[in-house]
């Protein structure tokens, strides 16, 4: 190299220097020089001498806005070399890299994860973002076909669509069919008129559509004033069985509470005329159904009670209360240690409890005011939730339509039950093949029912026939009367096996036979309204449900009781004939002595035709004379004392009747027990010896059975039955004959 281009080198600021320079550069990949065009030269011939160097004008700095163009102004010499030299390496470095033939490159493994990792998050972020828009988006668009299945019943009336073709009804024949319906609706409306008799409402709309004719028609005479018009139309509800659903929720919404009670007590009702029970308020923080019966009997008036109510009241009080502590821990399960046998202790009570608590809120609904404090405390919603709860225990049930029955005697209750939905549970326990749940549902609805209904039927006083409306006019009356441990169903069922006498059956038990006063005395005597009373009876005061005051058992006292209820269910109204067993006799008797004596009562004397005793104990009974076992002969109740054999009040009450029943010229027919009856486990023995059953007037009739059965035939063609059919028909022929 010699000095000149040393020195050229090291000035750079001289163009010359700088020119020699040029042509010697090479390109990155050292093969050939770079044109003049991409070294920042002019070419020859576009200005400036052949191959005479020339600077491409500097680059624009940011931010500088000087010059048309937005060049930034000229620099120095050196200074704007260097500038174009590194621009110059940019730009070749550029179009290497767009405009050059394409490398292959590696990316490295690193570089590839973290691109696979973000674009696998955003993937699956997406589909998890998308999947839970589209279950919302179909959350939102479905629709609950059960709550509107339900709304419907509530808010709507259906009626079928009629033809909105107005051709279908401009024929000749229709307005023909028209005008004829026209002229006939008149003539027989004039001919009403003149013959001062009620025109047929059937023919106001007998031009009507079809949808028109039948069901409105019938709603609209439900409501009729005219009593007579009134029941034909509930009848002609209840007889239709082929209607469409649409036409039953119809009628179950459109009618009044007149005409839902005469449906309930119509044979063979469908049970689509009833809209369901309403639902009901949840109850708050979960509280137990005992706890809400505890709170209810605590709201009642606890002052100036009846003993026995009072005794009730205190006795579930009592009991639910120790359960609450076995709940919760207490002297049941020795100071709550968890004991596996104390949880078990802490759950069997809860039914127990609830049967307490209804026997108590039973004797409460017998007293009027009460009953309005019940119905004040939502009692009837709460007895309502009990019994769908409960339906595996028919003796909750039966205690439950039972207060019902009792609040019906109210009629200012009457809407009240109605709007609680009681009319439909009622209406289906009527259709129970079990003779006890039917008649404690026909007790009430028959209570409700104020239109064919003019009696009362207090509690314990059960309507075995007729249990519905029947256009069967009554023409007397047989009133069942039980006996010791008896009861107003079990003793009139058809013979069974042997049992014993100390042991009670169970009312649980649904297994009964069948009630032969409501099955075979109905049919053969229709015109007949049979009715069944019930009062409790113990041997011992152990097993007494009211042990206060024990002069409620004497048979004075019953005496007095019982008439004041059948009076106010029409006993004495009618002819009247009495059946009676055991000490149901004696009962029998003395409501007949003191309805002697009062004037109020005199009806039920004058229209008794007559009296049958099946092994009544006229004269005593060894029973009294036997100690059972310990507990009977310690504690034997009043009922058994007065059971003495020659007890002077025995004497004294026959003495009585006999006096004015030969006045009275009643007819007698008694039955004697031949067989002994076991007592206990040892002693057998005959309740009612033959020379007791003897009255003094009337038929005697000795019968091979012991003293259980002498009341219970064995089948419809029995002795003992069609011996006392014959009775009922001979005393009561005149009546049966109109």
Known sequence: MNSGMKAALKSPREPAAASALAPLRLSPQGARPWPAERRGLAPPGRGGAPGSPRLLPALPRPGNRSGALGFSSPLPASASYRMSVATYCIFCYRQIGTSGPATKTHLPWNDIRKIAKITGSLILGGFVFITYEILSLKKLLQLDTQAIHQEKLKSYVYIRTTSLNLSEYQGITYQARKEIHKAVRKILETEAKIFWRPFNEQFSTFDGEDHECALWLLLKRSQSEDREIRLQAVQDLANNSHWHDYQYGTVAQACDQRTAIGLARSKDVDLRFFLPPPPLPKTKNDCPIEDELRLLLVSLPQTGLDPCVQYFTSLALRESSQTLAAQRGGLWCFGGNGLPYCETLSKIPSETVELFCLQALVQHSKVSSHCDKIEAKGGLQLLQRIYQLRKDSAKIQRNIIRIIGNMALDERLHSSIVRAGWVSVLAEVMKSPHVIQSSHASRALANLDRDTVQEKYPDGVYVLHPQYRSSQPIRADILFVHGLLGAAFKTWRQQDVDRRLDKKTSEEEEDYSQCWPKTWLASDCPALRIISVEYDTHLSDWKAKCPVEAHRKSIAYRSNELLDKLRAAGIGDRPLVWVSHSMGGLLVKKMLVDASKNPEMDKIVN??????????PHHGSQLAEYSINARYLLFPSVEVKELSKDSPALKELNDDFLSFAKDKKFSVLSFAETLPTHIGSMIKLHVVPLESA??????????????????????????????????IQDVLAQELRD
């Open 607 to 616: 229209n008794t035709r007559g009296i049958i005793f099946y092994s009544v």
């Open 694 to 727: 003897q009255l003094g007037i009337g038929d005697l009739i000795p019968v091979d059975v012991n003293h259980l059965n002498i009341c219970k035939p064995k089948k419809k063609d029995a002795f003992l039955y069609q011996r006392t059919l014959k009775f």
